[in-house]
């Protein structure tokens, strides 16, 4: 699951020209440190709820990679 | 004897139509067949006897309308004593005739609804003479929706051929144009579309008419090289109004004659309730109809506009409007791709998010980042799809439209 979420980062940072990053810290901040605008989370959500079925952003925010490793356990 | 149709192998003329006519003096108000010279036979007869005639798909399954009474399907009526003594005098008693004609929107989108049209408002922009008489058509629309009724009046008062293509698959239309050396063809870009890409060009066409759906340059361009001795224009043809306008290019023209029939509020184009159709789900603001169709003024003193997009398309992506077409249009000009669809999905971060469907033509390799990475220098940020799907095909709707749900 990490895995595929570093994966779906990567490639949503690979779109906006960024680097791709080599592994994602439960503690990296999506906006702050992994510099994901609004349609990027919203892409983001897309491409996990057809991965997982699970809208992570559905009860409110998420802000940590941290907090979406949560949302998908659940 | 003129050939009036020729539907899969078999041909009819207009003589064997009046014979039809003539030999069976009844007819069915509400009609189901796949069999186009029957359908044909009992349009034709309903109206030149001034009776009034309900268009329903061969396809349609009558739950899918509220105030249809399946019983009576194909239930048949008799029409009493006549006798025609060839087209001509058919033609004559249809031009004459008050009979009423009720037929259903396809709707890209929610429930189809009913709308009633005499023959003066479905032949309103039928033209009649010599420069019209040798004409042969692919038939490509569904003949119960308007713009099928369109092509078919036009054929028809002129005792033109109709060659049915509707449903066809690539090399089927191309093997029937060629044959049966088509001048006419009139449909949906979608089945232009389907055309592509070019191998070869048939030089009998003469007019190719789009409507139904936006189409783009590069789709005329390449429909130019198919058919090089071809004029293209398009038609604005509404299940609501019949056709208002014909046009040249991408512009349509509002006649001298029909100027104080419409408005144009907030862009959105406004009809007098005298072009209409008679239904119970129009809803008018005044005497005028409203449209949905948004449109931006070319000449305003001349009358001359161009469509922009229909008025419920936008999609509200985290507060800015997104016009799909716009889009479409834009991915359907990048070098590989033969179609696409764009719309909204439901996102909790965003509202909406922005989906694209594409679908590419032959062995053209594209990923989705190649294609936003396009885009990117073509449109705003909020514009471009965040996820792109790949198609091999669309669903249509009952006129050949792409379905949006």
């Given at each position: 699951m990490e895995n595929k979420v570093l994966e779906i980062i990567n490639k949503i940072r690979e779109a906006k020209n960024l680097q791709p990053v080599s592994e994602l810290q439960i503690?990296?901040?999506?906006?702050?440190?992994?510099?994901?605008?609004s349609f990027d989370l919203a892409e983001l959500t897309v491409n996990l709820e057809d991965e997982y079925?699970?809208?992570?952003f559905e009860d409110g925010l998420v802000n940590t990679v941290g907090e979406i490793y949560k949302k998908l356990q659940n | 004897m003129a050939i009036f149709l020729i539907d899969n192998t078999r041909e009819y003329s207009y003589e064997m139509l009046v014979d039809r006519i003539n030999q069976h003096r009844n007819y069915y108000p509400l009609f189901k067949s796949s069999d186009l010279f029957s359908y044909f036979e009992n349009i034709v007869k309903a109206i030149i006897t001034n009776q009034s005639l309900v268009l329903i798909d061969?396809?349609?399954?009558?739950?899918?309308?509220?105030?249809?009474?399946?019983?009576?399907?194909n239930e048949s009526v008799s029409l009493g004593e006549y006798y025609f003594s060839n087209i001509d005098q058919v033609i004559s008693a249809l031009k004459e005739s008050k009979s009423e004609i009720t037929i259903f929107t396809s709707g890209t989108t929610g429930q189809p609804k009913k709308v009633i049209h005499s023959i003066n408002s479905l032949t309103r922009v039928v033209r009649i003479g010599e420069k019209y008489k040798n004409n042969i058509w692919a038939?490509?629309?569904?003949?119960?929706?308007m713009a099928g009724l369109q092509v078919f009046f036009q054929a028809f008062v002129n005792n033109n051929t109709l060659v049915n293509v509707f449903n066809d698959s690539r090399s089927e239309v191309y093997q029937k144009i060629s044959k049966y050396q088509v001048t006419h063809i009139s449909a949906t870009p979608t089945f232009y579309r389907?055309?592509?890409?070019?191998e070869k060009s048939y030089r009998c066409v003469q007019r190719v008419t789009f409507g139904g759906e936006k189409s783009d340059n590069r789709l005329y361009e390449n429909i130019l090289m198919i058919f090089p001795e071809a004029k293209i224009n398009n038609v604005y043809a509404s299940t609501?109004?019949?056709?208002l306008f014909a046009a040249k290019g991408d512009n349509f023209q509002i006649s001298e004659s029909n100027k104080d029939k419409f408005k144009v509020v907030d862009d959105e184009l406004l009809i007098h309730k005298s072009l209409l159709g008679k239904s119970e789900s129009f809803k008018f603001e005044g005497d005028y109809y409203h449209s949905g169709d948004l449109i931006e003024w070319v000449d305003k003193g001349e009358g001359i506009f161009k469509f922009k997009s229909r008025k419920n398309e936008l999609i509200n992506i985290g507060g800015y409007k997104v016009n799909p077409i716009e889009v479409e249009d834009v991915i359907n000009e990048?070098?590989?791709?033969r179609q696409s669809l764009v719309y909204g999905k439901a996102n909790s971060v965003l509202g909406n998010i922005l989906i694209a469907e594409v679908q590419l033509s032959g062995d053209i390799i594209l990923s989705d980042l190649d294609i936003r990475k396009i885009l990117k220098s073509k449109l705003q940020d909020f514009k471009i799809p965040r996820k792109i799907k790949f198609v091999d095909s669309f669903s249509l709707t009952r006129t050949g439209k792409i379905k949006r749900s």
């Open positions: 503690t990296d901040n999506l906006r702050e440190d992994l510099e994901l605008t079925d699970i809208d992570i | 061969s396809d349609l399954n009558p739950s899918e309308l509220d105030d249809l009474d399946e019983s009576k399907v038939y490509a629309y569904n003949p119960t929706h389907l055309l592509l890409p070019f609501e109004a019949g056709s990048i070098v590989g791709v």
